[in-house]
């Protein structure tokens, strides 16, 4: 098998004990080598470098929090941007960011329910944590970041009682 170039990897052996690579088996990726390829299955780089792309008509998943006895996760492996509905008084829990060392992001967009007045408790890792906008059916919009795996998350408000 001819060693991929492009990404800088080389799958494991057709047939050996490593024939898969993220989710796919090398058979699927033998092309991944072409200019011209269009991928139709997802790529699972396992927390592998991608360098050098140049991304072009692109989306991001935007995960939807659910809300179970007055808590919701965020768990970045699930998406980096979420967006969650407050139908009670919710305590935020953020999971799954990268290791320490590299940069780990997301945007949050958090609206309140027809009824209003619901509260969002940020975990105590995030720094100076905003308050959430009570306005019913308003959205206020936010970005979280980390760069020590989670430890400190920072914040910064970048919209607030916005109608989506």
């Known amino acids: 098998m001819t060693a991929l170039s492009d990404l800088g990897l080389t799958p494991a052996t ?7 690579w ?6 699927v990726l033998e092309g991944i080598a072409s200019e011209t390829i269009t991928k139709t299955v997802n790529q699972n780089f396992a927390d592998k470098v991608l360098s050098r792309p140049v991304l072009k008509d692109y989306g991001e998943d935007l995960q ?6 007055g808590a919701a996760t965020w768990n970045f492996e699930s998406g980096n941007h979420a967006k969650i509905t407050l139908t009670e008084n919710t305590t935020l829990t953020i ?3 990268t290791a320490s060392g590299d940069f780990c992001g997301g945007i949050l967009f958090v609206t309140q329910d027809g009824t209003g007045s619901r509260t969002l408790t940020f975990p105590a890792s995030v720094q100076s944590a905003p308050t959430v906008t009570t306005t019913a059916s308003k959205t206020d919009v936010y970005l979280l970041w980390t760069i020590d795996g989670g430890t ?8 607030t009682s916005i109608t989506l």
Do not use: R
Request: hydrophobic letters at 25%; proline letters at 3%.
């Open 14 to 20: 057709v047939g050996g004990s490593n024939d898969t």
């Open 22 to 27: 993220g989710t796919e088996t090398n058979a």
């Open 152 to 159: 400190k998350y920072f914040v910064q408000t970048m919209q």
């Open 64 to 69: 939807t929090l659910s809300i179970t006895a």
């Open 95 to 97: 999971s799954n960011p």
